[in-house]
């Protein structure tokens, strides 16, 4: 493992990572990134604590043997159940000048002060909505807000499979919009905890009351990461500066690269990496 300057590691599941990675590299354009879709093993959402953790561990990994020192959890499945673990347990063991940094925080450090109502909902996979911890994290930062969760275990899949625009993702948008609104009417704030959702966004906002205002994590993490660099500039020197973004899936490279570019926002050449 290297601690010459390396790209800045962005991980996920497999696609939705992407869509912060667009926001970071047009907030902080002049870094290197290496992206790791762990395609081949997607969706996580439904998987157990232990699992999501070996997986998440095994691609961290990776991106370490790469020459990243500073890696992104760009998925909250993996930040709500591996992150902790991985920062606490495994760093001090493999090299603590490593640095692995998740998305559910830089969210909940701000989500509360969008609410006038302190009433926020939030929506995920059914793992992160189980780990309780987007209401642990943002009762830390905002002790007063009420949480309101719904998991939607239907939604990463309709990403997934390019069904997001169908009628069919209609039924299961409106249904989980709906259960959610009825924990409380007096949400005005809804987190989109999960990096595959933006795509469903214009959807989302047809189904919730107009008024509701609706946070994707994308630019909140950019600027989150723009501000981690500048206050840790010993990481900041450890993140070579070229400009470029590489891609690696676990699966079929040429299936990552057609799907890949509705999330990026433009087409990539990926490489499959075998774990
Ligand atoms: N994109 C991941 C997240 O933010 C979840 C996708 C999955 O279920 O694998 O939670």
């Not at 347990?89 to 609410?115: C, F, H, W």
């Not at 409380?184 to 999960?194: A, E, F, K, M, Q």
């Not at 433009?266 to 774990?275: D, F, G, N, R, W």
């Amino acid at each position: 493992m290297s601690e010459k300057s390396g790209p800045i590691g962005v991980f996920d599941s497999g696609y939705g990572g992407l869509t912060v990675l667009k926001k970071i590299r047009q907030q902080l354009p002049q870094y290197d990134y290496l992206y790791l879709g762990d395609n081949a093993r997607a969706p996580y959402g439904n998987r157990s604590f232990e699992t999501v953790y070996q997986y998440t561990l095994e691609c961290v990994n990776l991106l370490f043997n790469r020459g990243c020192s500073l890696v992104i959890l760009a998925c909250n499945t993996s930040s709500a159940k591996a992150l902790r673990t991985i920062q606490q347990k495994d760093l001090p063991q493999l090299n603590a000048s490593l640095r692995v940094l998740g998305v559910i925080r830089p969210t909940t450090e701000l989500a509360g002060n969008y609410s006038t109502s302190k009433h926020i909902g939030v929506l995920g996979t059914a793992g992160t909505i189980a780990s309780q911890s987007y209401p642990v994290e943002l009762h830390k930062f905002f002790p007063d807000v009420q949480v309101f969760q719904e998991a939607c275990p239907m939604w990463v899949p309709l990403v997934e499979n390019n069904e997001f625009n169908s009628i069919g993702a209609d039924y299961f948008i409106k249904k989980h919009i709906d259960n959610l609104m009825q924990q409380s009417p007096l949400i005005d704030t809804v987190i989109l905890g999960c990096t595959h959702y933006p795509l469903l966004i214009e959807k989302i906002k047809k189904y919730l009351p107009p008024q509701v205002s609706v946070l994707s994590q994308g630019e909140i993490v950019a600027q989150s990461l723009r501000s981690y660099l500048y206050r840790h500039p010993e990481m900041e020197a450890r993140c070579s500066k070229k400009g470029t973004c590489e891609f690696l899936t676990t699966d079929d490279s040429e299936n990552f690269d057609l799907h890949a570019a509705l999330f990026f926002g433009k087409s990539v050449q990926s490489k499959h990496i075998a774990l």
